[in-house]
């Protein structure tokens, strides 16, 4: 955003700090204005033809701006992806403990990635991974639903659940 002098143009469409259009002017012109009500010439949409430039005060309008950006930031939701990792030879108690993380993870609002990881002579038996995640997703289907499916990425097999969406 150019400000005062940084503008390039020769000719600008100006708007004054009421908000009232005053025409298309030279920037000299324009700059000449500015100065004349102690306030800032700044151009607004540099891309339009001819640019348009605002006298308004900038150091305000910029206050302005950063607050309505932290205001949107606000009001956006990220949604946090958890992960929990599982090997093929997994015990029945172990697997448990892991599921059970896993739903309050779900409950929480959490997406949860599930990954199966593979070492040494493990990797010729990548449908006992499989069972594991596939066993995982069968038992959480009633509060979650699966956004990827299970695939095998180099040595570990990830699938992605997310909580299913709640009725308003």
């Not at 009232?20 to 030279?26: H, I, T």
């Not at 990548?126 to 699966?146: F, H, P, S």
Request: hydrophobic share 40%; aromatic share 6%; charged share 35%.
């Amino acid at each position: 955003m150019r400000i005062n002098r940084q503008i390039r143009a020769d000719k600008v469409r100006l708007i004054s700090e009421d908000g009232s259009q005053l025409g298309v002017v030279s920037v000299r012109e324009a700059l000449a204005m500015a100065e004349e009500a102690d306030l800032d010439l700044v151009e607004i949409a540099p891309n339009a033809e001819p640019p348009v430039c605002k006298i308004i005060n900038f150091s305000k309008f910029r206050y302005q701006q950063i607050k309505k950006e932290k205001e949107s930031k606000k009001s956006q939701h990220q949604v946090k992806i958890k992960e929990i990792k599982f090997k093929p030879n997994i015990d029945t108690h172990d697997f448990l403990t892991k599921e059970k993380h896993a739903r309050e993870f779900i409950e929480k609002g959490y997406k949860v990635r599930i990954s199966c990881v593979f070492k040494g002579r493990e990797m010729l038996h990548t449908q006992l991974g499989e069972n594991v995640v596939k066993k995982l997703i069968e038992d959480l289907k009633d509060i979650a639903i699966v956004e990827s499916p299970a695939k095998l990425f180099g040595r570990s097999i990830t699938s992605v659940i997310a909580p299913i969406a709640k009725k308003r």
